[in-house]
């Protein structure tokens, strides 16, 4: 975790989705840092947007990462011993979340999340102090993949409660990279909603040489083990 810096209001943006998830406001980051890159980083590290109002409560964020174009040495495949998101929090944050490494599928015209393929164990978040932007790093130990497909990494928030959790953006404006699931599907952040830029989260990683076979779950599958 590393504390970071405060941002300015700019604007509030109205957005058609639906149930609790119907606007927020867009705030811009200035100034803010993070843990020193390593070599083997996949996903986005940029932070331009901070979005306040928007959490909701138990939900999953998803990232595209494109392991076979992203810059980095291996050759075969790569194991995530980290998954890290930028948040916005307060004192009151008493959090549960996991990670998940998904498959990326297809719809012939976009990457969506697809079956679970490894997942992390849960990590509290119960350490805030006072409202800033944190960098929130959730350990993981997922098996080898190979570096020849797209996936897509989650934040799961599974349980806990908190007053305050600001999502952050940065870098591209692309969409089919980043995805809200608050109980009623998958929802591109960027096409369906309105956001200006791609999730900040991103993978940290290493190289592995002997990828294992895809052993999918679905996500009811898994979230039955915290039940």
């Not at 058609?16 to 980051?29: K, V």
């Not at 404006?173 to 608050?182: F, G, H, I, K, L």
Request: charge should be negative; aromatic fraction near 12%.
């Amino acid at each position: 975790m590393k504390i970071l810096l405060l941002v300015s209001a700019t604007l509030i943006v109205a957005s058609s989705a639906t149930a609790a998830h119907d606007t927020f406001q867009a705030l811009s980051l200035e100034g803010l840092d993070m843990d020193d890159r390593v070599t083997c980083v996949y996903g986005n590290q940029t932070t331009v947007t901070g979005y306040e109002g928007w959490w909701g409560g138990n939900e999953t964020y998803a990232r595209l990462i494109s392991p076979q174009i992203e810059p980095c040495n291996c050759d075969i495949g790569f194991t995530i011993r980290s998954v890290n998101i930028m948040l916005g929090l307060d004192g009151t944050a008493n959090l549960q979340v996991m990670a998940r490494l998904l498959e990326a599928d297809w719809n012939g015209s976009c990457w969506v999340p697809g079956a679970t393929l490894a997942y992390s164990p849960m990590h509290v978040i119960d350490y805030i102090q006072l409202f800033a932007y944190y960098q929130i790093t959730i350990p993981c130990d997922f098996p080898c993949a190979v570096k020849s497909e797209p996936y897509f990494i989650t934040v799961d928030f599974v349980g806990g409660t908190s007053d305050r959790v600001n999502i952050v953006g940065g870098g591209d404006t692309d969409p089919c990279t980043s995805y809200n699931n608050w109980g009623a599907g998958w929802y591109d952040l960027i096409a369906d909603i309105g956001f200006f830029n791609g999730l900040t989260m991103w993978a940290v990683s290493e190289c592995c040489y002997e990828p294992i076979d895809t052993d999918a779950s679905s996500w009811g599958a898994v979230k039955s083990l915290y039940r």
